[in-house]
């Protein structure tokens, strides 16, 4: 017999077989964790539609001429409409920067009609006319400029709705740009809601539904208006924008509820 018969065969360590079984719970581990990610990267459950009200119009207003509020005419949740004065500014200085210049235009006026007339004359010479026409018409210029300051002493409401807050307050100093008050077309509202993409098919403009409000706790018939513009290619998943077939007093933006879809429409 020989060296190499006598000598024992080694046998498969538990070492080995050890790591290959923590190698395939891994893989096996993996694996799953893939197909969970795929069977919940979709958030938007058919059955638990949410949708939000919320205004068509919403803008924040500030001065266009750095002044100080002389009066903020409404406060917060009261209704105004299209065209109300809503802020008062303190254009004192302005006003009487117009005064001078209407006076100006008044001195210039007569100059050029006095000029002209000496033209006529003989008595002066083309140049001192159209001097005098220049000058004229500067000042003219400076009062549509003035004009237009004043017209910015006033900030009108851009369309109807309500005060939804106040920035600044009376007496406060406005510099260009700052937001004063914030106000919302209450009576435009518009229901927001994410279905998934495959939905466009079938759910288009004219689609009706029924809209569920949280804080009412009634349904309301609605229909879509519009979709989207763009799939989220995370979520798959498109907004879908409603409205009510009639305006309901007691609904108001930021209101919030759930979209029932016909479930034989769904797939």
Request: proline share 4%; net charge positive; with cysteine.
């Amino acid at each position: 017999m020989t060296m190499e018969e006598r000598m024992p065969r080694s046998r498969p360590s538990g070492h080995w077989l050890t790591c290959f079984f923590s190698v395939f719970l891994v893989v096996a581990g993996s694996w799953e964790a893939l197909a969970q990610a795929d069977d919940t990267i979709d958030p938007v459950n058919p059955d638990q539609i949410h949708g939000e009200l919320r205004s068509r119009q919403v803008t924040s207003l500030s001065s266009e001429i750095p002044a100080r509020i002389d009066k903020i005419t409404l406060r917060e949740g009261y209704k105004f409409k299209k065209g109300t004065v809503l802020v008062k500014l303190d254009c004192a200085l302005i006003r009487a920067q117009h005064r001078k210049t209407e006076a100006a235009l008044v001195a210039a006026k007569r100059k050029f009609a006095v000029e002209k007339r000496l033209l006529e004359l003989n008595s002066t010479g083309e140049l001192d006319v159209q001097d005098a026409e220049a000058e004229r018409d500067k000042v003219l210029a400076d009062m549509e400029a003035g004009l237009v300051r004043l017209s910015k002493c006033v900030i009108k409401a851009p369309f109807s709705g309500r005060i939804v807050e106040r920035n600044l307050g009376e007496h406060q100093f406005a510099p260009v740009g700052r937001e004063i008050i914030k106000i919302i077309d209450d009576e435009n509202l518009e229901i927001a809601f994410l279905v998934p993409s495959h939905w466009v098919t079938w759910l288009k403009p004219g689609y009706k539904f029924l809209y569920k409000v949280s804080e009412t706790n009634k349904s309301y018939p609605a229909k879509v208006v519009q979709r989207g513009a763009q799939v989220d290619a995370v979520s798959r998943s498109i907004i879908m924008i409603g409205r009510t077939l009639v305006r309901h007093k007691e609904l108001i933006p930021g209101m919030s509820g759930i979209v029932i879809i016909k479930a034989s429409k769904r797939d």
